[in-house]
């Protein structure tokens, strides 16, 4: 916790973004800037998902134990369900590169209101504004429950 404050560095080993003085939304600075990021993680879960694979296939049919291979089996399945979310997740940064190239980038998809400099820092695949986010996790609520 000490030395968050002086490392200027975000979790993808990017210094967050530093607006210049009347600098415009979505500049051609932050979008390279926001697509460093995104390409940054995309690679980092890259790394994740292949070494997912080669640790199955490392552990794959060696337990002839019943048991063993229940255990085994649950962990592939804890695996392939990561890898899923993994692979789902790169296909959400992929959509958000499509959107930097298309200049599109950083704009809510429902509204079309600014997503905002400190809120893509967070989340750099967000493509909804804070409000109309927040509507559909009260609509998906009411909907489901
Ligand atoms: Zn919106």
């Known amino acids: 916790m000490a030395d968050q404050a002086s ?3 975000g979790p993808y080993g990017i210094a967050p973004y530093k607006m210049k003085r009347g600098e415009e939304y979505m500049s051609e ?3 390279e800037h926001f697509a460093s990021i995104l390409n940054a993680w995309k690679k ?5 998902v292949d070494k997912t694979v080669g640790h199955m296939k490392d552990d794959a049919a060696i337990f002839p134990d019943p048991l063993d291979r229940a255990v085994q089996e649950e962990e592939f ?8 979310r993994e692979r789902k997740l790169i296909h959400k940064i ?3 590169l499509g959107s930097i ?3 599109e980038y950083g704009y809510c998809e429902e509204c079309g209101a600014e997503i905002g400099i400190k ?6 695949t ?3 504004c804070i409000d109309c986010k927040t509507f559909d996790e009260i609509r998906e609520k009411q909907t489901t429950g």
């Open 7 to 9: 490392t200027a560095v």
């Open 44 to 48: 980092q879960l890259m790394q994740e």
């Open 94 to 96: 992929e959509t958000a």
């Open 77 to 84: 399945s804890y695996e392939l369900r990561t890898r899923d």
């Open 101 to 103: 190239e298309s200049k």
């Open 119 to 124: 809120r893509l820092e967070a989340r750099p």
């Open 29 to 31: 600075r932050q979008l």
């Open 126 to 128: 967000a493509n909804q």
